[in-house]
């Protein structure tokens, strides 16, 4: 598609052979529906310096748009004048084109004014400017988003980690969103005079800050609006308000490690089943051991002592950070060396390991898991003869489910047939499925499998 300027002012598009049947439809509605459906288009790969110098116009007013205040209600919206000097820069800078030398700053400004009108009724019948801009280009829907970026700061021992907060000022050509440190938008915004502009930007930091005091201090000492060199405690303060932003609408780019902090946490690892003991069936005995561990690797003792005798918070272990809380983990160890104590000269039965593996909670149990508050500090893992014997379970079917699937199957040991089959005429109420191999096999009363 060619795209040229009339004497009046109008910006037209003569289809070619491969022209797409949205831009001959919008630029047959007018100039400002044309470039609507040029900034639908993103694939810029065989697109002129004409087509681009267009398309970015188009840019330019929806990112306005996405900047203004109230812009959840477009008719609300005050309308977006655009600069004045911006204006004139870009008429100077157009590159050749048919018509091009009715080009101005006040023909640029017409077409600003046609296409964020169009632009305000369109997002009106769609109900909100943001979801209107989705449909436009998903990306547009990031513009004004106020982004918190935390990285580590390999480069100083005494603040390890770097903080800053930016905001998406504009999407560049290749669609990425272009991002600028949030002291920018007080001289984007308020020293262009748009107040309500940079109230709107800075709205979910004031959400935040209503249940956040680390959002609340930082938006009153007005730190937030420069980098920051942080200490481990001042990083792990802010990474436990995290789901606070992200709830007030703010974008969080924290390191991954962090995402996945299950794994990045020292843990009590309760391990039953490593070997058979003593007993048949679900009353057979199993050991039961209780190892301090970082990802399934066991610490060394002068590790464990160093992470129970530290503050706390994030602490590096292993060439890694990892986030300790010494009350929580001495709890939890404490609590499976008591249970492991009680249990130490008979172990712990098949059924019991099975439940204590699959993490359900019964009352009156001496082996009962902790309080759901420390629950994240300790796992329970099978052992290499549970785990093989868990397998054959799951190939017979016998996966018990739920508390009350464990609690008939402890009932109902003492209550088997008389004849000790376990087919299914007679079989465990509390087991589903198949009988695995270790049990009776079926009685002459019962159909074959």
């Not at 201090?217 to 995290?242: D, G, I, M, N, Y």
């Not at 490690?257 to 003593?278: C, E, I, L, M, Y």
């Not at 088997?416 to 509390?430: A, D, K, Q, Y």
């Amino acid at each position: 598609m060619q795209l040229a300027l009339t004497p009046e002012g109008r910006l037209i598009g003569t289809a070619g052979a491969a022209a797409e049947q949205d831009l001959v439809t919008g630029f047959s509605r007018g100039s400002a529906h044309g470039l609507l459906a040029m900034a639908s288009l993103r694939d810029t790969s065989s697109r002129d310096a004409v087509w681009m110098y267009w398309r970015n116009f188009a840019d330019a007013c929806l990112t306005s748009l996405a900047h203004s205040p109230d812009g959840s209600d477009p008719g609300m919206m005050p309308p977006v004048e655009a600069n004045a000097s911006w204006l004139t820069e870009q008429a100077l800078r157009a590159p050749a084109m048919a018509g091009g030398e009715y080009l101005s700053a006040d023909l640029l400004s017409t077409l600003w004014r046609e296409l964020e009108t169009l632009a305000r009724s369109e997002a009106a019948s769609a109900g909100g400017l943001r979801q209107w801009l989705r449909t436009i280009n998903p990306t547009l829907q990031l513009l004004g988003r106020v982004t918190f970026h935390l990285a580590e700061n390999k480069r100083s021992e005494s603040t390890p980690f770097a903080f800053m907060a930016t905001f998406t000022h504009r999407i560049s050509s290749s669609d990425r969103p272009v991002h600028l440190p949030l002291g920018r938008a007080l001289q984007e915004f308020a020293g262009a005079g748009s107040v309500g502009a940079l109230q709107s930007l800075l709205e979910p930091v004031r959400k935040a800050s209503e249940s956040s005091d680390w959002a609340r201090q930082q938006l009153e000492s007005r730190a937030l609006f420069q980098p920051q060199a942080w200490t481990a405690v001042q990083a792990h303060c802010f990474l436990r308000e995290v789901p606070v932003f992200e709830q007030a609408g703010i974008v969080v780019r924290i390191p991954d490690w962090w995402k996945h902090r299950n794994g990045a946490r020292p843990r009590v690892t309760v391990q039953v089943g490593n070997s058979h003991g003593p007993g048949l069936g679900l009353d057979a005995l199993l050991d039961f051991s209780v190892t301090p561990t970082l990802d399934g690797e066991p610490l060394s003792p002068g590790e464990w002592e160093a992470l129970l005798r530290g503050s706390g918070g994030l602490i590096p272990l292993r060439g890694r950070w990892v986030e300790v809380d010494p009350e929580k983990l001495q709890r939890v160890l404490d609590h499976w060396k008591d249970a492991q104590q009680q249990v130490r000269d008979g172990g712990v039965s098949f059924l019991e390991a099975m439940r204590l593996v699959s993490g359900v909670r019964m009352s009156g149990d001496d082996t009962s898991l902790p309080s759901a508050e420390d629950a994240d500090w300790g796992e329970v893992v099978a052992g290499d003869w549970l785990a093989a014997g868990c397998g054959c379970c799951k190939a017979w079917g016998w996966v018990p489910a739920s508390p009350t699937t464990w609690d008939s199957a402890r009932r109902s040991r003492s209550s088997r047939s008389s004849c000790g089959c376990s087919g299914p005429r007679h079989r465990n109420p509390g087991i589903r499925g198949a009988a695995p191999r270790w049990m009776p096999r079926r009685c002459s009363s019962c159909p074959p499998p």
